[in-house]
């Protein structure tokens, strides 16, 4: 088993940045993908990124490229996404996860709690 509890969430300006955090407890967190997304109310989540095990190996959404960071601290049983340049359009609660194997679908066996996120115009 692996519990997450995602923080750093908040109120942003159009333009800001922010970094949210992904604290894992249980078993290794090395040995497991993780994975950010989101979602809005009533509608699905959507993929933001994801990283493999080791940390080398990313991807993200299209909608995030060139904007997000995602990144762990293996000794810190952390993951971190780096969220700059941020829109209204990125307003939504961010999820943590973690799973066996690195995708972009919402597979994952574990996740957070979310922690939202608002960017203002």
């Known amino acids: 088993q692996v519990q997450l509890v995602e923080s750093g969430g908040g109120l942003v300006q159009a333009g800001g940045s922010l970094r949210l955090s992904c604290a894992a407890s249980?078993?290794?967190?090395?040995?497991?993908?993780a994975a950010w997304f989101r979602q809005t109310p009533g509608k699905e989540r959507d993929f933001v990124a994801n990283?493999?095990?080791?940390?080398?190996?990313?991807d993200y959404g299209d909608a995030v490229k060139g904007r997000f960071t995602i990144s762990r601290d293996s000794a810190k049983n952390t993951v971190y996404l780096q969220m700059n340049s941020l829109k209204p359009e990125d307003t939504a609660v961010y999820y943590c996860?973690?799973?066996?194997?690195?995708?972009?679908?919402?597979?994952?066996?574990?996740w957070g709690q979310g922690t939202q996120v608002t960017v203002s115009s």
């Open positions: 996860a973690a799973g066996a194997t690195r995708t972009w679908r919402a597979l994952y066996a574990y």
């Open positions: 249980g078993r290794t967190f090395s040995d497991y993908a």
């Open positions: 990283i493999n095990g080791g940390g080398w190996s990313t």
